[in-house]
């Protein structure tokens, strides 16, 4: 019990100075809201996913989807200009790591997962760089 309690509590603390020093989004996406590529990616991303195994053709659009809404979220913009604003730049199957650019070029890691039958991502963005989480 006391284990428990003191990983929870450095999770915390380390969420908090996060927090602090970031601005933080998220993206959470189900298999079940998997609609069609076309629409919420440009010619490179859709290249970028043909590359992938087979095996990963159902999993890596739904991370591709939430690296965006993670980075999007966490510059403060939301997904207000499209999907297409923001590029997926490259995509490790390994780490699960998504680097997506914005309009300024600049490229953003967003970090991806499944759980289940969800794809999660998370993207944190130094606080001097913008955005409000």
Known sequence: MQRGLAA?????AIFG???LTAAVGFGVASYMLLGDAALAFGAAERDLLSSLEP????EWPLRFW??????AKALGEGMRRGPRALVVQSANTQSGVVDVSVADGEAIAAC?????DFVVATSAIAAHRGGSA
Do not use: D, F, P, Y
């Open 112 to 116: 991806t997962m499944r759980a289940g």
């Open 66 to 71: 939430c690296a965006k809404e993670a980075v």
């Open 8 to 12: 929870a509590l450095t999770q915390a």
């Open 55 to 58: 095996s990963e053709c159902r």
């Open 17 to 19: 100075s996060l927090i």
